[in-house]
């Protein structure tokens, strides 16, 4: 069972334009919410991340929004840039009660045009 | 500072071979984890630690084991490889676990199994 679904599986944007992933999720007790950008060859690395106290979050071009009824997340790439294609990941995890797991969507290919 | 180091980064098996995957980190951190990536499914945690002689089964543990004997290493051992264990496996440590909002991912290993 997929906890964590992703959309779309690629996006093509072209420079200046603003990029657009959602996300959604099942479990009701997660409670940390993290992007992770990974560009090809390298390992994943965390962009930004947000807890659902809060319904925005911003950190340069790059914002989650946060729909905690709707159970649905998105990541907003302002002026997006070549340099800002790679695969982008969502994830969700409870981080109370001792749970290490975070789950990941499948992935979202960004490509860039200059 | 290395951060966390994967060795080998590609590797060939026969099927019903067995092999290490190594992984160091040198930020003294406490939770290691493994996780694989296949094409269009994300990333899936295989086994976890949250510290030094303590492991824990992820999502998809069959087929592999775990040790923790420092804090700085936590190798995945695969016994009798199988196709299905066609993967880029990736190797990330946390200082304090999920709660810290950041996982260090290494840059991999791919393994083909033929």
């Known amino acids: 069972q997929q906890q964590v679904k992703q959309s779309p599986q690629s996006l093509i944007v072209q420079k200046g334009g603003i990029s657009i992933i959602n996300c959604a999720y099942e479990n009701t007790a997660f409670d940390y919410f993290p992007w992770y950008q990974q560009f090809p060859g390298k390992g994943p690395a965390l962009l930004i991340a947000?807890?659902?106290?809060?319904s925005e979050k911003k950190e340069g071009r790059f914002t989650i929004s946060f729909n905690k009824s709707a159970k649905q997340f998105s990541l907003h790439i302002m002026d997006s840039q070549p340099g800002d294609s790679a695969t982008y990941f969502c994830a969700a995890s409870r981080t109370q009660g001792g749970s290490e797991k975070l789950v990941f969507g499948k992935g979202t290919k960004l490509t860039v045009n200059p | 500072n290395a951060g966390v180091t994967q060795t080998p980064k590609f590797r060939i098996l026969k099927i019903g071979q067995s092999m290490t995957l190594q992984c160091a980190q040198d930020m003294n951190h406490n939770y290691m984890y493994w996780y694989r990536q296949d094409p269009g499914m994300g990333l899936k945690l295989i086994y976890y630690?949250?510290?030094?002689?303590?492991?824990d089964k992820g999502e998809v543990p069959n087929g592999y084991n775990v040790s923790r004997s420092t804090t700085e290493d936590f190798p995945l051992r695969l016994e009798l490889a199988a196709p299905s264990q066609t993967s880029v496996y990736f190797c990330?440590?946390?200082?304090?676990?999920?709660?810290?909002?950041?996982?260090?991912f290494g840059e991999g290993s791919r393994l083909t199994v033929l």
């Open positions: 990330a440590s946390s200082l304090l676990g999920l709660n810290t909002g950041e996982l260090f």
């Open positions: 630690s949250v510290g030094a002689g303590i492991t």
């Open positions: 947000i807890r659902p106290d809060v």
